[in-house]
């Protein structure tokens, strides 16, 4: 069982930037895909960015959504267990509750076993 803990939400002007932090609590975190998803209120909840372990080249692999792209980064470190998205440029847009989650499947679009509570991302205009 793999335990999730994002932090690092909260109010910011447009424009402004945020990190999110998801925290695993899992033995060897390594091998996970992980992946930040998003919900707006009233919205069905949507892909933003993953990273993702490629055992063939030895490199992780990380892709984004058309419009966070260039903006949004997302980075891990293992030794820390633990994975961030930057988000820069932030639009009033980006509002929503954002959640992290994990799964050791395969592929570019794998489905997420075990997911985070979440954490509110505010952008004011």
């Known amino acids: 069982q793999v335990q999730l803990v994002e932090s690092g939400g909260g109010l910011v002007q447009a424009g402004g930037s945020l990190r999110l932090s998801c925290a695993a609590s899992?033995?060897?975190?390594?091998?996970?895909?992980v992946g930040w998803f998003r919900q707006a209120a009233g919205k069905e909840r949507e892909f933003v960015a993953a990273?993702?372990?490629?055992?063939?080249?030895?490199?992780?692999?990380?892709n984004y959504a058309d419009t966070v792209n260039g903006r949004f980064t997302i980075s891990r470190d293992n030794a820390k267990n633990t994975v961030w998205l930057q988000m820069n440029s932030l639009k009033p847009e980006d509002t929503a509750v954002y959640y992290c989650?994990?799964?050791?499947?395969?592929?570019?679009?794998?489905?997420?076993?075990?997911w985070g509570q979440g954490t509110q991302v505010t952008v004011s205009s």
């Open positions: 899992v033995r060897t975190f390594s091998g996970y895909t």
């Open positions: 990273i993702r372990w490629e055992s063939g080249n030895e490199y992780y692999y990380t």
């Open positions: 989650a994990a799964t050791l499947r395969v592929g570019v679009r794998p489905d997420y076993d075990y």
